[in-house]
């Protein structure tokens, strides 16, 4: 694996500079937090990297997986997996659907496909959870699903855009080492924002962002 | 507080009389339609039950070819409609001109069907727009080819018409869908997992929004198979479709073609419930492929292409829209257009102060009708939303199918039984019996269009005015309906189009005794002088985007 590497990023709203020169690089298997207030520009950032940045920005900088710079490439080729505060499961698929809709498309053949896919859910805890509607999911199941999908289309990297918000206490620890636990055990660089020191990984990098 | 007590027993009854103004004609009329169509119709001799009617149609010459193209045109323009809705958004999606596109399309929507089909006429007949701008440089041509290009025998050029207008109001549909959808989200995550724009728009969207926009198809089904205007224009002729063939039925001089007509008008009605439920069969299958579709995780397939070919083809057929309006348009201004001139050689607008007398009275009873019927039905629907606030109680999806019951029957299976109805009650013919069928189409047109943003408006806002001591009413005055012009401005600008554009309730309910612009034009476009035609269709075209300008610049005046 690579790392993911920002130079000289900004990103201004109508002539206001958001993110100014921000340069960081992230190792494979390591977590970098941003943190910072909402309305700072954590969440533009992300999606500047993921290349799904509104238009009423304007920004520059390079992004780079290694050596692959992706700023002209569209995000569906950039193999950089999301996770959002929801958990943004497709409520017209079943659980199962959701990630074999991700699953990589080399992987042929129906059977398996649905392999991988069983093979995922149960890494996660949820054996037998392919036919469920994901509505009939807790919170806590949803995430794991949402995590095992972003795994499942094999990102290079994973941006997390404070994944842990609106999953309770008790949920939030645990959920959080699982995201951790998995993307190291993939070698995957992760970049986090979120406003709530808690939910940096411990011994990662924080860089506080928007205090100027 | 004994007036605020009979204000709510007021409002308590909107819903039931919203329904009644608005179904009543409806189903009275569909067996008012359905005894004839067995035989039995006193007032002209019709005493006993038989399947007579039902052996004479069947024995009309043509019939066969008539139901043929009926149910091709039926078929063909609600599937190739939705496909190029859909497409269109895909490849549209997130693009930055994305977000006035409906903008775009109004102009295209406030025009009437017929006028369309007119303009449409114009622009592809042998002797058309097309075929001139290309005439002699690149056919050859000095006289007008001798094909079918309007009335053909297949109903092309009908299927043609029915698109221009039902592809930009599926996508006004699909746009208004998207909202309650996590739209960005979603594509988000799509394109995340490697999926481009179109691929994931129709893998990830497109399934969310489905749901939301079958009515409205359905609404398209059961209009492409039962459209008489249009096809008066543009169908073909011998044999018409079967709507055509109906309508000439009722309209004949020959009373006993009543029976016949009635059969053929019911037939209309089952062919409508026969081929939404056999859509609802192939979406069942459609849902399983897809659900394979989706699994199989293809990232870039064919999805793009399709989508890209699809947008070609709605910018034709809003290229086609704009050439038919300006045609019509052109031709009320011209003065002399030689074939293969590409422009009119003389120009007259004078023509059109020539006209004026008998564009007036046309024009006076277009305006007045639609102007009443958008008022009643405002008054109606917002009674029925204000009802509903002050019940806390939102009306459920049966409503939904109810509002859409005048859009799914065929107008020509309730409005002879209608018309029955209202010579046996002495009121065909007058302005009041049209306003009423009007209102049939323009109550759940309106209904539409102002129940989201009023129900989306917060609530906070009424409830602080009446902790201030504000009456229900004046809540309503002075707080919601300020606070809601512009949606309400444009739920009457549609509501007005609506009426504008209805021809076959203004031909029944006003006996042949009410012309408006629509009736008139559509009676002129088979064989009066071009100029003439154009100068109704185009008046016919521009009322309804007068509509749309006065209430786009009203509501700029209320902020």
């Known amino acids: 694996m690579t790392p993911l590497v920002l130079e000289g990023v900004r990103i201004t709203l109508a002539g206001h500079a958001l993110v100014d020169a921000l340069s960081l690089t992230v190792a494979p298997g390591q977590c970098v937090t941003l943190m910072g207030p909402s309305g700072c520009g954590k969440s533009t950032l992300l999606a500047y990297i993921a290349g799904t940045l509104d238009a009423a920005f304007a920004a520059s900088g390079s992004v780079r997986i290694g050596e692959r710079d992706l700023v002209q490439v569209p995000p569906e080729q950039r193999r950089l997996g999301i996770l959002f505060q929801d958990d943004l499961l497709f409520p017209h698929m079943s659980v199962g659907g959701n990630l074999a809709f991700a699953l990589a498309s080399h992987v042929r053949s129906r059977e398996a496909r649905a392999a991988r896919v069983d093979a995922a859910l149960a890494e996660a805890g949820l054996a037998g959870f392919a036919a469920r509607d994901p509505a009939t999911l807790s919170g806590g199941q949803r995430a794991r699903v949402a995590l095992m999908r972003t795994l499942l289309s094999e990102p290079a990297a994973l941006l997390l855009d404070e994944p842990f918000n609106k999953l309770d206490a008790a949920l939030r620890g645990e959920f959080r080492s699982f995201v951790y636990a998995h993307a190291a055990e993939r070698g995957l660089p992760m970049l986090l924002v979120t406003h709530d020191a808690d939910d940096a990984p411990p011994r990662g990098r924080v860089i506080a962002l928007g205090t100027g | 507080m004994g007036e605020a007590v009979h204000q709510l027993t007021h409002l308590r009854a909107a819903p039931l009389v919203t329904v009644a103004v608005f179904l009543l004609p409806v189903v009275a009329g569909l067996a008012g339609t359905l005894l004839p169509a067995f035989g039995y119709l006193p007032a002209i001799g019709g005493l006993e039950l038989s399947l007579a009617p039902w052996r004479d149609l069947v024995a009309t010459p043509g019939f066969a070819t008539s139901l043929a193209i009926t149910l091709l045109t039926g078929i063909v323009t609600p ?13 549209a999606h997130g693009r930055p001109w994305m977000r006035r596109a ?11 069907h017929s006028a369309v089909a007119i303009g449409l006429a114009f622009v592809v007949a042998p002797s058309g727009w097309i075929v001139r701008l290309l005439s002699p440089w690149a056919t050859g041509f000095d006289v007008p080819p001798e094909v079918a290009t309007v009335g053909d025998p297949r109903g092309v050029a009908l299927i043609v018409a029915l698109l221009v207008k039902e592809v930009p109001y599926l996508v006004l549909m699909i746009v208004g869908a998207l909202a309650q959808v996590r739209v960005d989200a979603h594509m988000a995550i799509a394109r995340s997992l490697g999926y481009s724009r179109a691929s994931a728009w129709m893998k990830a969207i497109a399934p969310q929004v489905y749901r939301q926009v079958r009515l409205p198809i359905f609404a398209v089904v059961a ?5 008489v205007d249009v096809a008066l224009v543009v169908g073909p002729s011998n044999p018409p479709t079967l709507a055509v063939l109906a309508m000439r039925g009722f309209t004949d001089a020959d009373v006993a073609r009543y029976f016949p ?3 053929a008008a019911v037939l209309l009605f089952l062919l409508v419930m026969a081929v939404i439920a056999a859509w609802v069969t192939c979406e069942r299958v459609a849902r399983v492929l897809g659900r394979r579709w989706i699994a199989a995780g293809a990232r870039n397939g064919a999805s793009g292409p399709v989508a890209a070919a699809g947008s070609l083809a709605f910018a034709a057929l809003a290229l086609l829209a704009a050439s038919s309006i300006l045609s019509m348009a052109l031709w009320s201004v011209a003065s002399q257009w030689r074939f293969p001139d590409a422009l009119p050689s003389a120009w007259d607008v004078a023509q059109w102060s020539r006209r004026m007398s008998a564009l007036a009275a046309p024009f006076w009873t277009t305006l007045a009708t639609g102007v009443v019927s958008t008022l009643v039905a405002l008054v109606l629907v917002v009674a029925c939303l204000e009802n509903e606030a ?9 409503v939904l199918w109810l509002l859409y019951v005048p859009l799914l029957v065929p107008q020509i299976a309730f409005l002879f039984g209608a018309q029955v109805l209202l010579v046996r009650a002495g009121l065909d013919g007058t302005l009041a019996a049209v306003v009423w ?4 189409f323009v109550l759940p047109y309106l209904f539409l269009s102002l129940c989201d943003p009023w129900r989306a408006l917060d609530p906070r806002y009424a409830r602080s005015a009446a902790s201030l001591g504000a009456s229900p009413l004046r809540v309503l005055v002075a707080v919601k309906i300020p606070l809601l012009s512009r949606p309400l401005l444009v739920a009457c600008a549609v509501a007005f189009a609506v009426s504008v554009a209805q021809y076959l309730p203004t031909v029944f309910a006003g006996n042949g005794l009410v012309a408006t612009l629509t009736t008139e034009a559509v009676t002129l476009a088979s064989g009066a002088d071009r100029r003439v035609v154009g100068a109704y269709a185009t008046l016919q075209a521009l009322l309804p985007m007068a509509g749309f300008a006065v209430a786009v610049a009203w509501g700029r005046g209320t902020r």
Do not use: D, E, K, N
Request: hydrophobic residues 60%; aromatic residues 8%; glycine residues 4%.
């Open chain 2, 261 to 263: 007509a009635s059969a």
């Open chain 2, 102 to 112: 409906s903008a775009a399309v109004t102009p295209i929507l406030a025009t009437p």
């Open chain 2, 390 to 398: 002050r019940m806390r109680r939102r009306a459920g999806t049966g």
């Open chain 2, 223 to 227: 209009f492409s198979l039962s459209v």
């Open chain 2, 437 to 440: 069928a009007h209102l049939v």
């Open chain 2, 79 to 91: 599937m190739v409609a939705a496909a190029i809705a859909f497409c269109f958004c895909a490849w």
